[in-house]
């Protein structure tokens, strides 16, 4: 009986000894998309891919991320997280393109004329009442985010173009001395910057 129960627990410390060895050497198991893209946190992702960029989607920043970054640059426009989230909901837009789109036309309106006008993408003043130098003007922050995802649905979508790529070259056209290559590549940097969980875009 005694040799019985010895054998038993040099059978127990044997499986116990394999099932240590198996976890030192089990693949890691961190998941190719890393955790949700509304987690402010860092985590591990596959680069985003730039030949499929759809903006169509709900949001996939949080409001307090937004505000994060927005408050990184010393944006104005600190609060406007709240609105973009419920402004990607109503629109099924993805909110992080407003943002990247916000950073590149002003840097978080910081910069030229949406310093004045408090307009996210900077829209041309083309039937609009109220204007500055061209370009349309609003009474708030979250108004010119509104109208910049009206747009986006209204005017883009409908026209099959639902990509970064395609509606970067009709949005800031060439003939208007822009450079669509390098506004794609400047969003598409931010989006995958974001998406990671960091804030500031290198």
Not at 56 to 67: E, K, V
Not at 159 to 168: D, F, H, M, S, W
Request: with cysteine; aromatic share 12%.
């Amino acid at each position: 009986m005694r040799s019985f129960v010895r054998g038993c627990g040099l059978l127990a410390l044997a499986v116990l000894v394999l099932l240590a060895l198996s976890s030192l050497f089990a693949p890691s198991r961190t998941p190719a998309f890393g955790g949700s893209p509304l987690s402010s946190h860092p985590m591990t992702v596959v680069p985003f891919p730039s030949s499929s960029s759809s903006v169509i989607g709900g949001p996939s920043l949080s409001a307090s991320f937004i505000d994060r970054v927005l408050a990184t640059y010393h944006s104005p426009a600190v609060g406007l997280g709240r609105a973009l989230v419920a402004d990607s909901q109503q629109f099924h837009i993805d909110n992080v393109y407003a943002l990247a789109f916000f950073l590149h036309e002003s840097t978080f309106g910081t910069a030229g004329v949406a310093r004045f006008t408090r307009s996210l993408g900077n829209i041309i003043c083309s039937g609009y009442p109220t204007c500055f130098e061209g370009f349309h003007s609003y009474a708030s922050w979250q108004i010119g985010a509104w109208d910049w995802f009206r747009l986006i649905k209204h005017e883009y979508l409908p026209r099959g173009l639902t990509t970064v790529q395609a509606i970067i070259p009709v949005y800031a056209s060439a003939s208007d001395s822009n450079n669509p290559t390098s506004y794609i590549a400047a969003v598409l940097q931010a989006v995958a910057t974001w998406h990671v969980g960091r804030v500031e875009v290198p």
